[in-house]
């Protein structure tokens, strides 16, 4: 299974393949700032799977949680890209709207529900988790 798909303006491309580990919808403040939304949904996949062309500006922040997430972004039209953290080493964070076609990746669940802006909504009949799910 391939997805392929791109930044706004072209100027960053993307490959993923194969199943991603988990797909979920994020409401925490900084996928809100990056954003400019109520939430992102990403995929997540071990970085081997994902292939990007094109050269990515990159944010390093501090999470709720403590750890640091790096966020890539299109230096070009600002599109949000690719989120990673060193809480889970190894993998990556693929903003789910930068595919062309998702629509056989299905979100499993929602984080930092506790964020969640009046305006916005938590996706219905998948567990919604007030802050990161527990680690197994
Ligand atoms: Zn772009
Ligand atoms: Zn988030």
Redesign the pocket.
Known sequence: MTHKG???????AIEVTGEPALAAHCHCLDCQKSGGAGHLSFAFYPEAQVKVT?ELTRYASKTDAGNMMTRS???????RILGESDGVPGMTGVALGVLDESDDIAPAMSFYAKRLRKWDHLAEAIPAFDELPPRK
């Open positions: 791109s930044c706004q303006c072209g100027a960053i094109g972004f299109c230096p070009v039209c600002g599109s």
